[in-house]
């Protein structure tokens, strides 16, 4: 009997410091997506830093005349290449400021704008997506890439108080409704929409552009389940157009 005590008593003491554990990771994951860091993987050490450098040097040049900004990860980083005729369409004529780089995480957007990505700037509206690679590199749950676009959010209105916050959703991935990586993105989603409550920020989600009626993502709209292919940047500055025509002035709404 006292044998029986000592290891339910040792068995206690195990499941309490696994406990322990469990938690000191969950608020170091937290942690990491509100922490500002520079992206440094290997494949990004030849190109982001020098990338944040350019767009540094293209504020000082154009700080003036740009209106509109664009903050996000690869898929906003497009904008350059599979959406460089939509861009030119759309938004240059705006005074647009892409600054959007391959493979961020919320973490990474933090460190871009405490090191000067938004300084000395005044744009109208501010196009924020970001969050997809929290989610797809570590599978971060949704709390804390929630908590990482919220930092964000939030820094967005310490620097620009006179601008608006257009918030987009994080983009649906994965094949099917029930894909992991698809679900995390969706309760991210529904985590920050209620920060469209706040004063100077929208919601948008578009997520249906991309899914069929039951879901589905098609290889003709994104060949990875993650990217919209080039065609799809037409109709998502479609989507676009009316959302930013409302939210900047019409001094800036094209020329």
Known sequence: MRLFTRLSFLMAIAVYCCDILAHAQSAQESLTAMSPAPLTENFAKPWWIP????????????????????IG???????????????????????????????????????????????????ELVVLMIGTNNTGHRQDPPAHTAAGITAIVDEIHERLPDSHILLH???PRGKTADSPLRQLNTQVNQLIEPLAERPHVSWLDVSSLF?????????????????PNAEQYSVWAEALEPHISRLMSPLHDGD
């Not at 990338?51 to 664009?70: C, G, N, P, S, Y």
């Open 51 to 70: 990338r944040h450098q350019q767009k540094l040097d293209d504020i000082k040049t154009r700080a003036d005349e740009i209106k509109l900004v664009f």
């Open 73 to 123: 990860d690869s898929i906003t980083h497009a904008w350059e290449n599979r959406g460089k005729q939509e861009w030119a369409t759309h938004f240059a004529p705006r005074g647009a400021l892409n600054l959007g780089f391959n493979g961020d995480r919320t973490e990474n957007v933090l460190w871009r704008i405490e090191h000067g990505e938004l300084d000395g700037l005044s744009p």
């Open 169 to 171: 959703a994080i983009l």
């Open 211 to 227: 899914m069929t009626d039951d879901g589905r993502i098609e290889r003709t709209v994104m060949s990875d389940f993650l990217h």
